[in-house]
């Protein structure tokens, strides 16, 4: 879903994540701060990026073009709608049900490798649409074959 916004007469388009728990959708955009949940989000979604660094983790700043440091990338990088969307359907579904997400356009190389890892950490099977395929996460391989 992508939804006109004008800004110092500029015309954006703000990105949308969209996730299903039983029968409301919740949307998400980079740097959400509007959902009632939010600060748990985000509080566990720090919590899963410690567990992540175990595994290797610690994010690929290479694919943010910001001219700021490294740090500061990384915590771009973290507000990231299919991160906030993912670590919402973990918190809210039963661990048997994969987490779905639909994204508007093409998912970040980060966010790729992010749920690549989180697939294996969490045991959970993760599927999102982009705008271009389905990927499928499960055991930190994606069915795209790295192909996205």
């Not at 001219?67 to 661990?95: I, N, Q, W």
Request: aromatic share 10%; with cysteine.
């Amino acid at each position: 879903m992508v939804a006109p916004s004008t800004r110092h007469g500029f015309c954006m388009y703000l990105i949308f994540q969209l996730t299903q728990i039983k029968e409301n959708v919740h949307s998400f955009m980079v740097g959400e701060r509007t959902h009632p949940r939010i600060v748990e989000i985000y509080t566990r979604l720090d919590t899963l990026l410690e567990e992540m660094e175990e595994y290797g983790f610690r994010g690929h700043i290479e694919h943010d073009l910001h001219d700021v440091e490294d740090d500061y990338k990384r915590e771009l990088l973290k507000h990231h709608s299919e991160k906030l969307a993912f670590t919402f359907g973990l918190m809210c579904l039963p661990s048997n049900a994969p987490i779905r997400i639909m994204k508007n356009l093409r998912i970040c190389g980060d966010c790729h490798e992010f749920m690549k890892v989180a697939s294996t950490v969490t045991r959970w099977e993760i599927i999102i649409r982009d705008n271009n395929r389905f990927h499928h996460f499960k055991e930190g391989c994606c069915s795209c074959g790295e192909f996205w």
